[in-house]
């Protein structure tokens, strides 16, 4: 069950980068002349960077919480 959860949490981190990425090469390729394409661009940049943010913490809290549960299964109880 927990290597299930692991393997989502790595699908959601990729699947962040890819939207943060998607988001920039929108506003990159926007014919728009004015000043929405910059603040588009500078959204995308800012979307891409929280997204790296958001995987990589997810990433490190799913990492230690695997670590957390293997230990306490790996430990065997003693009895008196």
């Known amino acids: 069950m927990v290597g299930l959860m692991q393997v989502m ?3 959601l981190c990729v699947y962040l980068i890819f939207k943060g990425v998607e988001i920039f090469q929108i506003a990159f390729v926007s014919n ?3 000043w929405m394409r910059p603040v588009g661009i500078v959204l995308g940049v800012v979307m891409t960077a929280g ?3 958001v995987a990589v913490s997810a990433f490190l809290t799913t990492e230690s919480m695997v670590a957390n549960i293997g230990d ?3 430990s065997i ?4």
């Open 9 to 11: 949490i790595y699908l």
């Open 32 to 34: 728009n002349q004015t």
């Open 51 to 53: 997204a790296v943010v």
């Open 72 to 74: 306490k299964m790996n």
């Open 77 to 80: 109880p003693k009895f008196p």
